[in-house]
Structures are given as C-alpha cells and as structure tokens.
C-alpha cells in the first residue's frame, strides 16, 4: 500500500504560468481533500471531493480548480500562478465522513511562484 | 478569525518527562478534535481523536483531554521520547453542507530533548 501519493514533490513556477499537482490513493477511499499551509500557518482546505464525480470548494478554493473522474486520483489545477499560491500542498484522503474520521495526507507538493 | 489556536509556537521537553500541548477553540458547533503529528518533508499523521462529548480518551502515552466550558483541550504525552520531536496540530471537525470539514491550528513544534 503506498497510501497517498503526490507528484511533483517540488516546482518553482512564473507568475502566470499553469499546472496541475497530482495526488493519487490505493486505499479505495471517497473522501479526498487538498489543503495548502503556508509558512507559520495552519493547513487550509481549498477542495474536497466526497466521491467520483463529485467536488465542492473549501475556505480558500480561489484560483484552483479540481476534478475526481476515478476514485483514486484528485488534481488541483492552478491557472495563472500568482506569488500568493507559494505553498506547501498536501493532499489527503480518508474512507469516512465521519468528524473524527482520520484522514491520510500525502507527503506535500512545495510550490514556488516568482 | 481563527477558529482554531495554538499559541505556542514550540515547546521543549526533557525526555522522559510529560509533554502538554495546548489548542483553544471559539466555535462552540465542533463535534470532535483531532491531533497531527507532522515530521520535516512528511504529510501530518493522526495521532488521536476525541468526540465533543467526552472530557478524556487515552491512547497508550498520549492522552486528550477537553474542556468545552473553557473551549480548551490539550495533548499529554507521557513519557516524552526524542521520536515524539515534530509539529502536532490541532484540528477541529464542524458539519456544514452535509461533510465535515476540519479547521487546524497552527502548530506546536515539541522537541524532546535526550
């Protein structure tokens, strides 16, 4: 079981330029969310997804976009990268919807914008 | 507004001894609190959960503890060891548009010193 995986592990971008952080998970899980923490900050949630088909933002969904056409994979498109999407991603997932429900993160995307 | 607060930036411990991280919370609707731990380069990892109705769960040599009328919890870790060093998050699980959703504080970075 590789639980959650994220590609690119890093990338440095321009302003403007676009790109998609891939996150994919082998545990058969509905529930699947991104979050971004920036420095000196708590993980905020941009999207989330509760199956196939199925996306809806989260506090800071802004200049993202996501989509979940398999259980396994959930990609969050940037257009148009700007400074204030420097960040480090985390995807997660997890097989409940329950509040106490743990969730399992990736090991992060860091992304810069210059 | 953050809804979720831990105000120590970092804590150090002898090891052995008891670590306390301390989270306050001002939305009186969560329905259950979570612990993270997260190692440098790692996504967070679950470390323990507690429901909104319950003051106390125990997991081995961390324990949760939850006082709703101070809106308050903290994480006891006993004995402290030096593979406990990491950032623990708070996080805090509220149902709004039928999923729960998590807000997490910003992080405490506990090192335990040998």
């Known amino acids: 079981n590789a639980g959650v995986t994220q590609t690119p592990k890093f990338r440095i971008l321009k302003i403007g330029q676009s790109m998609t952080l891939q996150c994919t998970q082998d545990m058969n899980h509905n529930y699947m969310y991104w979050y971004r923490q920036d420095p000196g900050m708590g993980l905020k949630l941009i999207y989330y997804?509760?199956?196939?088909?199925?996306?809806d933002k989260g506090e800071v969904p802004n200049g993202y976009n996501v989509s979940r056409s398999t259980t396994e994979d959930f990609p969050l498109r940037l257009e148009l990268a700007a400074p204030s999407q420097t960040s480090v991603y985390f995807c997660a997932s997890s097989g409940r919807g329950q509040g106490n429900n743990e969730q399992f993160f990736g090991p992060g995307t860091r992304l810069t914008v210059l | 507004d953050q809804q979720v607060k831990q105000n120590s930036p970092s804590l150090s411990v002898q090891e052995g001894r008891i670590s306390i991280l301390n989270c306050d919370y001002t939305n009186s609707m969560f329905d259950y609190f979570l612990w993270y731990k997260k190692y440098p380069a790692e996504g967070p990892t679950f470390l323990i959960s507690i429901s909104s109705i319950k003051d106390k769960n125990e997991d081995g040599r961390f324990t949760v503890f939850l006082n709703k009328s101070a809106k308050h919890l903290s994480l006891h870790i006993v004995p402290s060891q030096p593979g406990d060093s990491a950032v623990y998050f708070c996080a805090a699980s509220a149902r709004t548009s039928g999923t729960y959703k998590y807000i997490f504080g910003t992080g405490t970075r506990l090192k335990v010193l040998a």
């Open positions: 997804s509760v199956g196939a088909g199925i996306t």
